[in-house]
C-alpha cells in the first residue's frame, strides 16, 4: 500500500475545506476562456516547480532555486540562485529571464532562456559561461549540445552562430520556396523540428523542402489599406505534394552533405535520430499511400544509405510517430515504438534490424517515454494500462520483461526521472485534483506530495461534471462521455442540451484529469442552464488502431453513428429537453457538426461550425491521404464524407465561424458550403474573424465564445 506523508494528509484537508463555502457569483467569459482578462486567476497552477540535476532536486518559485541534494531529505534545501543573479550578468536589453532547464549529468552548467536570447549559467563560479543573442529576423534556434554553437534559421536558409558572436551561413538557396532547417511534411508524423545536432556537437542535420512545385493557395490580409495577397503552399490531397531531402553540414570540413534517400521524391522522411556515436542517422521513411515505412541507417558523413533495418506494412496506413530510442550504455540496442499489434508499444532492436524482443504488450498504449535508470536496465514509460482514460506511470525491465507500475492515485500523470532512476517526480491531475507534484521512491513506490494547485473556482457553486460508458454503434466498443450539469441541477426538470464535438484522430476529449477535461465554455453554458455532453467516438486515439482507424477511407461516417448513440443516450434521461438541442465543435468538430446537421436533420435546434472541413478534396495531403487515401483512389470516399452534396437536408440553424487567413482549413472549405446551400435554397449563417488563422487568439477568442453562447441562446428556445 502506498505510505501518505503528513503534507499529503494536510492537502486533501485544505482542498475540502476550500470547497465548502459556497458563492452565488457567475464565472463569466472574461474568467473561463484563454485571452480574458481574468483567465489567468482561474486555470489551477502549481506554485512551485521540481526539476531534476543529476540525481539532486531542484525547487523553483518565482525568482529562487533551491537544490535538495539528497531527495530523500527533502527538509534539507540548499539556496542555489535567482533569476536576477542570471539577468545582472547579461545586458539589460536582453530582457528578463523566463525559463531555465538543468543538465541531465548534474553538472553546474543551467541552460536560461530570454525573450531575446539563449546562455548557459554556471552556478557554482555564478558566471554566465555563453550567451547568444538571437539574430535579427532568426527563427527556430536550436543551442548544440555542449552550448557552442546556435543553429537557426533567417528567411528560408540555415545559420549557425558561434560564442562570439560570428555568423555564419550554411545554406544558400535563393528561391523563396525552397526552405532549409524548418519542419516539414505540414508537422504530421511527429515532426517539430528542422535541425538535428549530432550528440558530438560536430554535425547537424537539418531538412530541405523544395515546395517550388506545390500549388499556391491566395490566402489574403484584409487589415493594409489595399488588401495584400499572402500565398501559402498548400498542398491539396491527390495533388502535387513538396519533396524533401536531409542535409548534414560536418562542422570540421565545413562541408554540407545530403543523404541519398533516392526516389519517390514525393516520399515522407520522419523520426530523424542520431547514433550515439554520430555516425550514422536513422530515418523512418514513408512512402506517398503511407501504408509502407522503412526504417532505413545512413552513413552520416557520406551520406549514403547503409541498411534497410527493417519495414511495416498495413493496408490502411502506417503513422511512425517517434524516433527510435537508444539504450543507454548501449550504443548497439534501441527502442521503437509501434502499433503492429494493434496498441502503440514497446519493442527492442538491435543496430542489424534484428527483434529482440516486444517489451510492452496488451490493450493498452504506451503514450510517452521518460526515460531510462542509469544502468540502462529499465526504462520508463507513460501508458493508458490499467485504464483508457488515465495515464499512468510504469517501467520494463529489458532483461526480464517484468513490468512495474509506479503511480497508483487514479488520474492523469506524467513525470520526469532522477539520473540513477531512484526518483521520480509525479505530476498529477484528477477530476477531483487541479494539479500536485509529488516526489516517487521507484524502489517502493513511497510517494511524498511536494507542492499543489488550489482550486481555482474555490468559493463558488461550480457545475458538477460526471463520466460515463455507453456502446458504440458497433454494438462492441465502448464510448466514454463527459456530463457536465448545472450547479442547481433538478432531476425532476427539463433542461435543453449543448452537445460539445471533436471526434477526429489523435484526440480524446474525456480522461480523467481537472473536472474530467471540461473547458471553460461547458462551465459557463451549464450555468445559464444547459447540460452540456462530450463523447470520444470511434476514430478517436489511444484505444488501439482498430477503434482509431474504422474511419479509414470514409471520415465522418462511423464518427456521426457513434455520435447519434450518445444523442440517444441523452434522449433517454428525463431530464433532457430533446427538442432544445444544439451541437457545436471546432476543425474537425466543425466538420463533425455539420456532418450531424444533414446526416440527422432532425436532431438538433442549433449548430455551430468552427473552422469546418466541408469537403476532404480540399484538405492537405498527409493527413487527408492517411485517412481517405487520394480522391483519385477513393471517390466514393470522398463523396460520401463530403458535406457540399448534402447540403439540402439542413433544417437547423446554422452558423459557420472562420477566421478569414485560415492557414489549416482553408477559407474554400466554407465559402463552397455557402455556395452549395445558395444554390439549394438554404439559408446558413456565416461569422468571419478578419485576421485570424485556424483559432482565435486573445480578446477576440472570449468574442468568440460569447458569439456561439448567443446563438444557442437566440435559436435553441424558438418554437
Not at 124 to 141: A, W
Request: hydrophobic share 35%.
Amino acid at each position: 500500500m502506498k505510505r501518505l506523508s503528513l503534507f499529503t494528509l494536510l492537502f486533501a484537508l485544505t482542498f475540502s475545506i476550500g470547497t465548502n463555502a459556497q458563492s452565488t457569483d457567475l464565472l463569466t467569459l472574461e474568467q473561463l476562456i484563454p485571452g480574458g482578462n481574468e483567465y489567468r486567476n482561474y486555470v489551477p497552477r502549481i506554485p512551485v516547480n521540481y526539476l531534476w540535476s543529476g540525481n539532486s532536486l531542484i525547487e523553483t518559485e518565482n525568482d529562487s532555486v533551491w537544490i535538495y541534494r539528497n531527495p530523500a531529505k527533502l527538509r534539507e534545501k540548499s539556496f542555489l540562485f535567482s533569476y536576477e543573479d542570471i539577468r545582472a550578468k547579461i545586458n539589460e536589453d536582453q530582457g528578463k529571464v523566463t525559463s531555465i532547464t538543468f543538465s541531465s549529468d548534474g553538472s553546474s552548467a543551467v541552460r536560461f532562456y530570454t525573450g531575446n536570447g539563449v546562455g548557459v549559467f554556471d552556478y557554482y563560479k555564478k558566471i554566465v559561461t555563453v550567451y547568444f543573442s538571437y539574430p535579427e529576423s532568426s527563427d527556430n534556434h536550436i543551442l548544440s549540445p555542449d552550448n557552442e554553437l546556435l543553429a537557426y534559421t533567417k528567411g528560408n536558409n540555415l545559420f549557425l552562430m558561434d560564442k562570439n558572436g560570428i555568423e555564419k551561413q550554411i545554406t544558400n538557396d535563393v528561391c523563396e520556396d525552397i526552405l532549409n532547417g524548418q519542419s516539414v511534411h505540414r508537422n504530421e508524423f511527429g515532426i517539430n523540428s528542422g535541425i538535428f545536432w549530432s550528440p558530438e556537437s560536430n554535425k547537424v542535420a537539418f531538412y530541405r523542402m523544395d515546395e517550388s512545385m506545390v500549388t499556391s493557395y491566395p490566402i489574403v490580409d484584409m487589415s493594409a489599406r489595399v488588401a495584400e495577397l499572402k500565398p501559402q503552399k498548400y498542398p491539396m490531397a491527390g495533388m502535387t505534394s513538396h519533396q524533401v531531402t536531409v542535409g548534414v553540414y560536418d562542422i570540421d570540413i565545413d562541408q554540407v552533405n545530403f543523404l541519398e534517400t533516392g526516389e519517390p521524391d514525393d516520399h515522407y522522411l520522419t523520426n530523424i535520430s542520431w547514433s550515439p556515436d554520430g555516425e550514422h542517422i536513422y530515418i523512418a521513411e514513408l512512402n506517398r499511400e503511407q501504408n509502407h515505412m522503412r526504417l532505413n541507417r545512413y552513413n552520416s558523413t557520406s551520406g549514403d544509405l547503409e541498411e534497410m533495418l527493417f519495414d511495416e506494412k498495413h493496408t490502411k496506413y502506417v503513422e511512425p510517430l517517434n524516433p527510435i530510442l537508444f539504450v543507454k550504455s548501449n550504443k548497439d540496442q534501441f527502442i521503437w515504438q509501434s502499433n503492429r499489434d494493434g496498441y502503440n508499444h514497446l519493442y527492442l532492436y538491435n543496430t542489424s534490424g534484428e527483434l529482440i524482443k516486444q517489451l510492452t504488450s496488451g490493450e493498452w498504449e504506451v503514450i510517452d517515454i521518460i526515460g531510462f535508470d542509469n544502468s540502462g536496465s529499465n526504462l520508463y514509460f507513460i501508458s493508458t494500462n490499467p485504464n483508457p482514460i488515465e495515464r499512468h506511470i510504469h517501467s520494463v525491465n529489458l532483461k526480464n520483461g517484468k513490468i512495474t507500475q509506479h503511480s497508483s492515485f487514479p488520474g492523469t500523470h506524467s513525470a520526469t526521472l532522477s539520473l540513477s532512476g531512484r526518483y521520480l517526480i509525479d505530476r498529477l491531475s484528477a477530476h477531483d485534483n487541479p494539479g500536485q507534484l509529488s516526489l516517487i521512491d521507484t524502489r517502493n513506490q513511497k510517494s511524498d506530495l511536494l507542492s499543489f494547485s488550489k482550486n481555482p473556482f474555490e468559493g463558488y457553486n461550480v457545475p458538477s461534471v460526471e463520466i460515463g460508458i455507453i456502446k458504440a454503434a458497433d454494438g462492441e466498443s465502448d464510448l466514454y462521455y463527459r456530463l457536465v450539469k448545472p450547479a442547481d441541477f433538478d432531476e425532476t426538470k427539463k433542461y435543453p442540451v449543448a452537445v460539445y464535438v471533436y471526434g477526429g484522430p489523435h484526440s480524446q476529449m474525456v480522461n480523467n484529469r481537472w473536472r474530467y477535461g471540461s473547458g471553460g465554455w461547458e462551465l459557463y453554458m451549464a450555468q445559464k442552464g444547459y447540460l452540456v455532453f462530450v463523447m470520444d467516438n470511434r476514430g478517436t486515439a489511444y484505444r488501439g488502431f482498430e477503434f482509431e482507424s474504422v474511419t479509414h477511407r470514409q471520415l465522418g461516417v462511423e464518427e456521426a453513428k457513434d455520435q447519434l448513440k450518445g444523442v440517444e443516450f441523452l434522449k433517454s434521461l428525463p431530464y433532457v429537453d430533446s427538442n432544445k438541442m444544439g451541437i457545436h465543435g471546432w476543425s474537425y468538430g466543425g466538420f463533425m457538426t455539420i456532418n450531424m446537421l444533414i446526416r440527422y436533420p432532425d436532431l438538433f435546434k442549433v449548430g455551430v461550425a468552427g473552422g469546418p472541413v466541408t469537403d476532404w478534396r480540399y484538405y492537405e495531403v498527409m493527413y487527408g491521404e492517411r485517412y481517405m487515401d487520394m480522391p483519385q483512389e477513393n471517390p466514393e470516399g470522398y463523396e460520401e464524407s463530403s458535406l457540399l452534396n448534402k447540403v439540402d437536408r439542413l433544417k437547423s440553424r446554422l452558423l459557420i465561424i472562420h477566421g478569414d487567413e485560415d492557414p489549416t482549413v482553408v477559407m474554400q472549405h466554407s465559402n463552397q458550403f455557402i455556395r452549395a446551400c445558395i444554390k439549394e435554397g438554404v439559408h446558413p449563417d456565416f461569422f468571419i474573424y478578419p485576421g485570424h488563422g485556424h483559432n482565435m487568439t486573445g480578446a477576440d477568442r472570449v468574442h468568440l465564445h460569447e458569439h456561439i453562447t448567443r446563438y444557442f441562446d437566440d435559436f435553441i428556445y424558438t418554437d
